[in-house]
């Protein structure tokens, strides 16, 4: 079974950091694509961050270049997000995408 499961999520306030991570299994992890995804109320899904398979290759949306990271552990078949500098509208639920599969989000709060 291809399961998804984010944790690391919570409240923070503004320009703290929180480091999310995204626990795989059922399927070879090492062979996927892996992304991040955020959802804030009332908005659409929004693409965060990618990662290529083998970890070398990463790309961000310009809202969070420069205060995320993306990486993998591809031994644990496990996905992170470090987060920094957060700021009140990274405030959402998190989601990790390994297409086709999403794991169910976790709420990252960010506010005083």
């Known amino acids: 079974q291809v399961q998804l499961v984010e944790s690391g999520g919570g409240l923070v306030q503004p320009g703290g950091s929180l480091r999310l991570s995204c626990a795989a299994s059922?399927?070879?992890?090492?062979?996927?694509?892996l992304r991040w995804y955020r959802q804030a109320p009332g908005k659409e899904r929004e693409w965060v961050a990618y990662?290529?398979?083998?970890?070398?290759?990463?790309n961000y949306a310009d809202t969070v270049k420069g205060r995320f990271t993306i990486s993998r552990d591809n031994a644990k078949n496990t996905l992170y997000l470090q987060m920094n500098s957060l700021k009140s509208a990274d405030t959402a639920v998190y989601y990790c995408?390994?297409?086709?599969?999403w794991g169910q989000g976790t709420q990252v709060t960010v506010s005083t």
């Open positions: 990662i290529s398979s083998g970890g070398g290759s990463t």
């Open positions: 059922g399927f070879t992890f090492s062979s996927y694509v």
């Open positions: 995408n390994a297409s086709p599969t």
